[in-house]
Nanobody, 126 residues
Framework: QVQLVESGGGAVQVGDSLRLSCVHSTQTGRPYTVGWFRQAPGKEREFLAAIDWSGTKTTISDSVKDRFLISRADAKGPMHLQMYRLEPEDTAVYFC???????????????????WGHGTQVTVSS
């Protein structure tokens, strides 16, 4: 089991930037991949980006790759999601999650991630 806590959400205007952070930890000592997802009202949870345990594999969804960046300093440090040029369509609850079964890969399916944070709300107003 991995514990994850998101922060950095808020209410912003169109065109603004936000940096979300995900602090994560586990008592098992096992490696895991950390990913970012979001869920807008009435919509399914959507994959955004992830980095594998080694840091050598990164995937960003085509829908946000021109505006979002994922980063971290090391495998155990916070994972960040830097978001630029925010749009009203970016309004959602943003989650980070851990995939402990495939720590050397980057999975994009929600079902692959067993541990989730509680999420942080991002609201973009025009």
């Amino acid at each position: 089991q991995v514990q994850l806590v998101e922060s950095g959400g808020g209410a912003v205007q169109v065109g603004d930037s936000l940096r979300l952070s995900c602090v994560h930890s586990t008592q098992t000592g096992r490696p895991y991949t950390v990913g970012w997802f979001r869920q807008a009202p009435g919509k399914e949870r959507e994959f955004l980006a992830a980095i594998d345990w080694s840091g050598t594999k990164t995937t960003i969804s085509d829908s946000v790759k021109d505006r979002f960046l994922i980063s971290r300093a090391d495998a155990k440090g916070p994972m960040h999601l830097q978001m630029y040029r925010l749009e009203p369509e970016d309004t959602a609850v943003y989650f980070c999650a851990a995939d402990i079964k495939r720590p050397w890969m980057v999975a994009v399916d929600v079902e692959n991630y067993a541990s989730w944070g509680h999420g942080t709300q991002v609201t973009v107003s025009s």
